[in-house]
């Protein structure tokens, strides 16, 4: 049998389906969030990977910020959960999950059996999530991907000192405007997410081993400096950004075999 996890986010939507609650079988991701018809597209796309049809998933849990008003779902379940359950079964080890979204960084610690012991949020400011990237790219005129490589070739990174988006652009541009290389503003760009999103996490205590989740996760400049900040390795996969979709698609299997006792209906 299969379950579908849905993960509506700010800026993305992704999608999981799990067989029999212990096999990845598809996933899918939608450059488009909540408010969009992003979550239908990513939901028509899996179905599409996979060869399955609706009347194939026997259950669907939604999570993320849109999952409140997404009616296609069977129930919704917080990301905080979702992450936690995802990263759980992949990562058995992992006691502090660092995930960076869109709009807010969020660090989880978990105890051995998976289950959240604390976490700290930041969805106040966009300096320290996905959105500072995605403004810094937007400036400098280049896309998301090719952020780590810019700062995997900085020979001295800029310090990005301002605590404001809107201030720190300024900054960027005026650093430009000197002859500052584009290598070295975007290191420090970089550098500027992992040190608030390391500041949230010491508040915290940052217990190994550590994963980082969300979209972020796959810019190995943010990644390497985070991992510097906290004296740690940072663990992640080719499933980081999937990670809310994955926990939503083992709880879509859970919230199934309680109600069904685990019995197929064919
Ligand atoms: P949400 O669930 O809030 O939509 P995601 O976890 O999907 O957030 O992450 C989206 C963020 O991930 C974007 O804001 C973007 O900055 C970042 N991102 C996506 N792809 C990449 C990439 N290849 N390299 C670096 N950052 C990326």
């Given at each position: 049998m299969y379950t579908l996890g849905i993960d509506i986010g700010s800026t993305t939507s992704k999608c999981v389906i799990l067989e029999d609650g212990s096999k990845i079988i598809a996933k899918s991701l939608v450059q488009a969030g909540t408010g969009t018809d992003g979550p239908e597209r990513a939901y028509n796309e899996i179905l599409d990977a996979s060869k399955l049809k609706k009347e194939d998933i026997a259950h669907i849990v939604a999570t993320g910020y849109?999952?409140?008003?997404?009616?296609?779902?069977n129930a919704d379940m917080s990301e905080l959960s979702c992450h936690a359950k995802g990263v759980h079964f992949l990562f058995p080890d992992v006691r502090t999950i660092i995930d960076i979204g869109g709009q807010d960084a969020k660090v989880i610690r978990l105890n051995q059996q998976g289950i959240i012991d604390s976490f700290l949020m930041n969805d106040?400011?966009?300096?320290?999530?996905g959105r500072f990237l995605d403004v810094m790219a937007n400036i400098l005129q280049i896309s998301i991907n090719e952020l780590e490589v810019y700062a995997s070739k900085a020979d001295n990174p800029v310090k990005i000192s301002s605590t404001c988006t809107v201030f720190a652009e300024s900054e960027v541009i005026s650093q430009l405007a000197k002859g500052v290389t584009i290598e070295n503003v975007v290191a420090g760009i970089c550098e500027s997410v992992a040190s608030r999103v390391a500041a949230l996490a010491k508040r915290n205590r940052v217990e190994e081993k550590v994963y980082m989740s969300g979209g972020v996760a796959q810019n190995a400049g943010v990644r390497n400096a985070l991992a510097k900040e906290l004296g740690t390795e940072i663990l992640f996969s080719e499933y980081s950004q999937y990670m809310g979709a994955l926990g939503a698609a083992i709880a879509a299997y859970e919230k199934w075999r309680k109600e069904t006792g685990g019995k197929d209906h064919e």
């Open positions: 849109g999952r409140a008003i997404y009616t296609s779902a106040k400011c966009a300096a320290g999530t």
